[in-house]
């Protein structure tokens, strides 16, 4: 069964620093997520991403976080200054109907 | 803000037992989704419910899409240890709206 591979597994970075999430959707699918949640809480909406722009953001997505799909393989979510609160695991899904999310990466900022 | 109110958020039940995990809302989704996530990992679909009052069944999981499209259910026959886990409900409109999650514990 196709999957959506997401990279790095796990990442740690500092406070301040800028951070790359790194997804491979479904080849054949047109919408694209990010989602993540926080440990213990409930699965949170991002945004989603539609031929080649950010169709909806939610009120968490500020001007700090940046989708892009450079190549029109990958789709990546950009931090550009982490903050402690953005500790998570951070899932990518692509869909097509139905939705299939990556294994996640889970960011932790110390 | 679409609210997706899933019940119970946790479960602890013997092997054998029956259960069942609700999910409410005051919106109607064109589609309701439920997955199951392990610790670490992505949510991973189970089934799709689209037509109002839709059962679907897998295995020993039934699901049930309510009349008005507004709630689901989730009901698992004789639970298995195999079975824990965090189960997700999502209404689907123009993007996912996931509920909080109910963690089962099935003991064996």
């Known amino acids: 069964e196709p999957e959506v ?42 945004v989603s991403f539609y ?43 692509s869909s097509s109907g139905r939705a299939f999310f990556g294994q996640g990466t889970r960011l932790t900022v110390v | 803000t679409q609210l997706l109110e899933q019940s119970p958020q946790f479960l602890s039940i013997q092997e054998g037992e029956n259960l069942t995990v609700y999910c409410n809302s005051s919106s109607v989704f064109s ?27 897998l295995k020993r999981l039934t699901f049930q899409f309510g009349d008005a499209r507004k709630d689901s259910s989730l009901h698992i026959t004789a639970a298995q240890p195999g079975d824990t886990g965090l189960y997700l409900c999502a209404g689907v409109k123009d993007k996912l709206v996931f509920g909080a999650g109910t963690i089962l514990r099935v003991k064996s």
Request: proline content about 4%; aromatic content about 12%; overall charge negative.
């Open chain 1, 5 to 46: 591979t997401q990279t790095p597994s796990h990442q740690v970075t500092q406070m301040g620093q800028e951070v790359i999430l790194r997804c491979v959707p479904i080849s054949n699918h047109l919408y694209f997520y990010w989602y993540r949640q926080i440990l213990g809480q409930k699965v949170e909406f991002l």
């Open chain 1, 51 to 93: 031929n080649n722009e950010i169709s909806e953001k939610s009120e968490i997505f500020d001007d700090q976080f940046s989708v892009e799909r450079p190549d029109g393989s990958n789709f990546t979510l950009k931090i550009r200054s982490t903050k402690l609160e953005d500790s998570a695991m951070y899932f990518c899904a």
């Open chain 2, 31 to 57: 589609s309701l989704q439920w997955y199951r996530q392990e610790p670490g990992e992505g949510p991973v679909l189970l089934v799709t419910v689209v037509t109002g009052g839709e059962v679907k069944k």
